[in-house]
């Protein structure tokens, strides 16, 4: 029996020959990343010394520009632990500032047939590029920044195979809740996906898959490779790299068949993800006081330009806060330079700077109590953006801007035909 691509990449990584669900595997670590929570005071342990320098990553993303004293100190540890190991891949507020995660794609950092780790819940993300890429605790980071090793259990493989195209004004984040709705949590698991579907979707579409994967309590999230992510990680990174294909025999414990053009656009109601998805039409006309887009799932070129798109020529309602804040600084150029900010601006939007912000209720937009919001961010637990008594709705980017102009939930089928 052959293996899925997430097991091919873990017994190359630990040295053997096959891997099956069920085994512990010790594996070679390619890339760590290291964030400004990694050294607030509360969890700072110093690092006497790091095995190689030039496979660390840092970034400071949560809280920036630094918003409590506490992240600015965190902030200044991390400089001097740059400085103490010449780390080179440095991302400070600034030119080069973004979103871990998204930085990760900008830059091409997860090279296919890797293993990358970093802290927080939401590294899957980098699966996109036929990588094995998870979270896990500081201990465990730190131990990886020092010893480029880690350990994991390996899970079995659930895979999707994508069909069809999206409909318009149907977006990944539909496509995400759809499988979040109809197949619950896949804890322990691991989520691959592949099929023909994949060939008509923008690597950003597909990052919202895989970023979003860590909703689902998925291990590992990956999709199988292809020209078009190939190009892309090359056009980024000169480092050479084996995509990794899984095996035609590979034993699965589900295949499903995911067809998108049957999907339309979904939300999930408060205070969960899992099998909470809705159609819009089922939460059509709740008032809400915010709109936010952003977040290493949704916080792209695409779901700015998406969101522009629905608000052209029309404004936002006076009730609403519309916050938008782009994954990356690069992003935020790029989308200033075709137009899109200006358009965000001009409809009553406020664009912050790259940062996670809102999405983790850290700062640029935390709710107050009994406010209503809906968020194309990657989660929408109760107190997880402010006020504990906040109710956060989960759609697209395009449902949230439709939402912005209304006032209330809004299909955005409305705006986009």
Not at 250 to 270: E, G, H, N, T
Request: glycine fraction near 8%; hydrophobic fraction near 40%; include cysteine.
């Amino acid at each position: 029996m052959g293996m899925t691509i997430a097991e091919k990449i873990l017994a190359r990584k630990s040295g053997q020959a096959k891997v099956e669900p069920g085994d512990l595997v010790t594996v070679e670590v390619d890339t760590v990343i290291l964030f400004d929570n990694n050294f607030m005071t509360n969890r700072w342990r110093e690092i006497l010394k790091v095995k190689d320098p030039d496979r660390l990553i840092v970034v400071f993303d949560h809280r920036v520009p630094a918003a409590t004293q506490a992240s600015a100190t965190a902030q200044k540890i991390g400089r001097e632990f740059v400085a103490k190991f010449g780390v080179k891949r440095f991302h400070d507020v600034g030119y080069s500032q973004g979103i871990s995660h998204q930085l990760v794609a900008d830059h091409g950092y997860a090279l296919p047939g890797s293993v990358l780790v970093c802290s927080d819940s939401h590294t899957c993300s980098a699966g996109v590029f036929n990588c094995v890429a998870r979270g896990v605790g500081q201990p465990d980071i730190t131990y990886a920044a020092c010893k480029n090793e880690t350990w994991f259990r390996v899970g079995a493989t659930v895979r999707y195979e994508l069909a069809g195209e999206l409909p318009r004004a149907v977006t990944m984040k539909d496509a995400f809740l759809q499988i979040a709705g109809q197949y619950g949590d896949h804890a322990t698991m691991n989520v691959e996906y592949g099929g023909p579907g994949m060939a008509g979707l923008s690597i950003n579409a597909r990052k919202t898959l895989t970023t979003m994967s860590a909703e689902l309590s998925a291990e590992f999230a990956t999709f199988e490779p292809d020209d078009f992510m190939t190009e892309w990680v090359r056009a980024r990174n000169p480092a050479p790299f084996a995509p990794v294909y899984p095996d035609r025999d590979a034993k699965y414990k589900a295949v499903r068949r995911i067809d998108l053009s049957q999907l339309a656009p979904l939300v999930a109601f408060p205070d969960s993800v899992i099998e909470n998805s809705r159609p819009v039409a089922d939460a059509a006309g709740t008032p809400i006081d915010q709109a936010f887009i952003g977040s290493c799932a949704n916080g792209t070129l695409d779901d700015l330009t998406l969101a522009a798109e629905v608000l052209a020529g029309r404004r936002v309602s006076s009730r609403v806060r519309f916050i938008v804040t782009p994954g990356s600084q690069t992003i935020y150029r790029e989308a200033l330079k075709l137009g899109v900010i200006a358009k965000l601006i001009d409809a009553g939007a406020v664009v912050t700077p790259a940062t996670c912000g809102a999405c983790g209720g850290g700062h640029m937009g935390v709710l107050g109590p009994n406010e209503t919001c809906i968020t194309a961010t990657t989660r929408n637990f109760k107190g997880r953006m402010g006020d504990p008594s906040a109710r956060i709705y989960m759609g697209s980017p395009a449902t949230v801007a439709a939402s912005a102009i209304a006032g209330v939930i809004t299909d955005p089928r409305e705006f986009l035909h």
